[in-house]
């Protein structure tokens, strides 16, 4: 059974870089699309970005300059950096895997709280 | 344009039955997903590729698609589907968008 383990630092000061891993158990990185999704007051759901097991990133155009996706299949990790953090970038984060233009599972969610 | 939207609320008697739309032009081309989500929760997928189900959910839950307007229809609507309900699909420039969700209440 697939299941997605996240965690990272939830308390951030503005202009600082948040940071966030996501551990995949009970599966393989390969054919699927490894993404980062954020639910926040301001925009709801939104795409953040994703990775495939060979390092090609796909981000969301309005984060592309602040966000950074990499995936260490060795550990069966991947992970998230968003630079510049603001108030605006408030809100829960998740990892989640991706096929067919569905996400299909989710890990548990992660509340990042961006203080100025 | 890339933007999805939705109705915010929609109510349902229990048993009933209940639509959720979600219009754009990108659904012209792309299929929606839609994704089902509690209070505290993440987000469950429960429609994918327009009309599939993953595996364990219920089949009164399907999806359709009309022009620029997805459709998530729930039939017979029971009181655990009481949720908020996204679609989702991508757009042309390789962004992938959410739309703003809709509540179901369920009478």
């Known amino acids: 059974q697939v299941q997605l383990q996240q965690w990272g630092a939830g308390l951030l000061k503005s202009s600082e870089t948040l940071s966030l891993t996501c551990a995949l158990y009970g599966g393989s990185f390969s054919g699927y699309r490894w993404s980062w999704i954020r639910q926040t007051p301001g925009q709801g759901l939104e795409w953040i970005g994703e990775i495939i097991d060979s390092g090609i990133t796909f981000y969301n155009p309005s984060l592309t300059s602040r966000v950074s996706v990499s995936i260490d299949t060795s550990r069966n990790q991947f992970s998230l950096r968003l630079t510049s953090v603001t108030a605006t970038d408030t809100g829960v984060y998740y990892c989640?895997?991706?096929?067919?233009?569905?996400?299909?599972?989710w890990g548990q969610g992660t509340l990042v709280t961006v203080s100025s | 344009s890339s933007g999805l939207t939705q109705d915010p609320a929609v109510s349902v008697a229990l048993g009933q039955t209940v639509r959720i739309t979600c219009q754009g032009d990108?659904?012209?081309?792309?299929?929606a997903s839609w994704y089902q989500q509690k209070p505290g929760r993440a987000p469950l997928l429960v429609i994918y590729?327009?009309?599939k189900r993953p595996s364990g959910i219920p089949d009164r839950f399907s999806g359709s698609r009309s022009g620029n307007t997805a459709s998530l229809t729930i039939t017979g609507t029971q009181a655990e589907d009481e949720a908020d309900y996204f679609c989702n699909s991508p757009d042309s420039s390789g962004n992938r968008v959410f739309g703003p969700g809709t509540k179901v209440t369920v009478l």
């Open positions: 990108s659904l012209r081309t792309y299929y």
């Open positions: 989640a895997r991706a096929y067919t233009n569905a996400w299909d599972y």
């Open positions: 590729a327009k009309d």
